[in-house]
């Protein structure tokens, strides 16, 4: 089996970097690995069935509203647009559970290899995100489980915001512009690049 390299793989260093203080880093970053990344697409008439039919695969009792997140036991369910939405952190045989659909009920595709995906974390998380995403990313307009779209510096992101944290989904072939432009802000508040999460379901 052929083995995904990152995008990030010659210009990835653990360890801290910048102006930290006392209190340690004010933000850590990571790749995330292996996730994958798999979009279902329904039509107006069968969003109900399919919507019903991923959150029983998933594992959760609906699935999520639009710009929403619902994570269960098998991965997570995000509805990235009214008609789409995308299965992470899951199995190769859930995605291929929720990706065999009829044509007449909607669609999918495999993403997998389509995104880099950071994980940023840290008090100063939210004000590194701020410096290049025009997006109110305040408790209260974005909480947990919440998701949007936006770009950082012209290139098209997505954010996801789970567990305390971020996770952001990068084209591939930006990863090393954006990865730069996080890690050259971060400096002012001191950051931490953490070793490479590999996901395992």
């Known amino acids: 089996m052929l083995e995904k390299i990152s995008a990030l793989a010659s210009h990835y260093h653990t360890g801290p970097a910048g102006d930290v203080g006392a209190g340690g880093p004010a933000v850590t970053l990571r790749e995330i690995r292996n996730a994958g990344l798999w979009q279902v697409a ?9 919507g019903a039919r991923l959150a ?4 959760v009792d609906a699935a999520p509203g639009p710009l929403k997140s619902a994570a269960g036991p098998n991965g997570t369910l995000i509805r990235v647009q009214p008609f789409v939405w ?7 045989a859930t995605a291929k559970q ?30 590194l995100l701020n410096r290049g ?28 915001h789970r567990d305390g944290g971020y996770d952001l989904y990068i084209p591939r072939g930006f990863a090393v512009t954006l990865w730069e432009f ?14 490479m999460e590999e996901f395992r379901a």
């Open 133 to 160: 995403m025009p997006a109110d990313l305040r408790p209260a307009s974005f909480p947990e489980g919440s998701f949007c779209g936006g770009a950082i510096h012209l290139v098209g992101v997505y954010l996801h």
């Open 86 to 92: 995308w299965l992470t952190r899951a199995s190769e």
């Open 56 to 59: 029983g695969i998933v594992g």
């Open 42 to 50: 329904g039509w107006p008439g069968t969003m109900d069935a399919l």
């Open 98 to 127: 929720a990706m065999e659909i009829d044509a007449e009920q909607g669609t999918s595709l495999d993403l997998s290899h389509s995104r880099t995906i950071l994980r940023i974390e840290g008090a100063g998380a939210r004000d």
């Open 182 to 195: 996080l890690t050259e802000t971060a400096a002012q508040w001191g950051y931490e690049v953490r070793e």
